[in-house]
Nanobody, 135 residues
Framework: QAQLVESGGGLVQPGGSLRLSCAASGFTLGDYYIGWFRQAPGREREGVSCISSGDRGTYYADSVKGRFTVSRDNAKNMVYLQMNSLKPEDTAVYSC????????????????????????????WGKGTLVTVPS
């Protein structure tokens, strides 16, 4: 059964760091774009960062550029999100998602991150991990 499982969330003080992990199973990770998304209470889900399957191209939302770094290890079926200089506004449930790189629903990693295809345009979603940065 294909699934994504996030880990690494927690409570961190402003200015601190966390590393989120997304473990894939049941499918070949290297064939998929992977995205990190977050949803804060009362707010819509937003794309944080996405990474392509082959050339390792990356996309970041303006709100996290220079602070977050996405990476992947296809051999280990893992994707990571290193989050530095965390702010209270980063508080949210962070989820990873996967979409086949040849999918007609998603034309690019930017397209994936802006959720043009919507929630159901992704092939797989994890359940999320909570990141809390108190003010």
């Amino acid at each position: 059964q294909a699934q994504l499982v996030e880990s690494g969330g927690g409570l961190v003080q402003p200015g601190g760091s966390l590393r989120l992990s997304c473990a894939a199973s049941g499918f070949t990770l290297g064939d998929y774009y992977i995205g990190w998304f977050r949803q804060a209470p009362g707010r819509e889900r937003e794309g944080v960062s996405c990474i392509s399957s082959g050339d390792r191209g990356t996309y970041y939302a303006d709100s996290v550029k220079g602070r977050f770094t996405v990476s992947r290890d296809n051999a280990k079926n893992m994707v990571y999100l290193q989050m530095n200089s965390l702010k209270p506004e980063d508080t949210a449930v962070y989820s990873c998602a996967a979409v086949l790189s040849t999918s007609i629903r998603v034309s690019s990693i930017q397209n994936m991150c802006t959720l043009d295809a919507g929630y159901y345009g992704m092939d797989y979603w994890g359940k999320g991990t909570l990141v809390t940065v108190p003010s």
